[in-house]
């Protein structure tokens, strides 16, 4: 399917992942959006195609979050693909973690993705049509040692994919999900040779994940019609 011509919001867009996937869907004449919790600096915005739009809100805050929606569709009529890349991290052992680190991952995580897609959902299932796809990880998938608000998190976004897909099926909209492992990083290069060493001990492909190729799946959902609900993993074979 040619995306020539689709609005596509990707959160958390101004850096790592999120960019790659909004480069992505600049490159087939899509029109991105990009979003962070503060304006994309201008050389980021330089780098994508006329036309290119930014908001900023803080999506665990519903109401920044609908005021940033309320301003984009004053401008533009409604989104054809939304991208929910957002998210943080905030690992400890849960014998150390205190409820406020565990609610402040969940909160921005799984009640973020939600507090963007319940207003974009609703235009798309008046205009029958749209897609979602929404960031999840392996680790809400097999459960990691020190993660266990984030595995929550992610595994919550995995259930709320499956139910947003049913619900979106009969107006023509699919939602699906993408578990990235580990992908090549800020936090992965801060990693020792020691660490970092461990850690591809259990990925059979014995080597990290770079982050276009979480953008090129996701530019694959985006024009694939017949697959909704799923969640891809995009991991080396980490979760076999």
Known sequence: MNLEGKTVLVTGSTRGIGLAIAHAFDDTGARVILHGRSAPKAEVLGEFSEGTMAITADIAD???????????????????ILVNNAGIVNDKL????????????????LNGTFNVTQPVFKKMLRARTGQIINMASVVGLM?????????????????LTKSLAKEGAM????VNAIAPGMIVSDMTNALSDKVKN???????LKRFGEATEIASTAVFLAQNDYITGQTITVDGGLYI
């Open 171 to 174: 107006r023509g909209i699919r």
């Open 94 to 109: 849960t014998m150390g973690m205190k409820p406020a680190d565990f609610a402040q991952v969940v909160n921005t995580n």
């Open 143 to 159: 459960g990691n040692v020190g993660q266990a608000n984030y595995a929550a998190s992610k595994a919550g976004i995995v259930g």
């Open 62 to 80: 519903d109401a920044s979050v609908k005021t940033a929606l309320d301003g984009l569709f004053a401008e533009i009529e409604g989104i054809d």
């Open 198 to 204: 461990q850690v591809l001990e259990a990925v059979p």
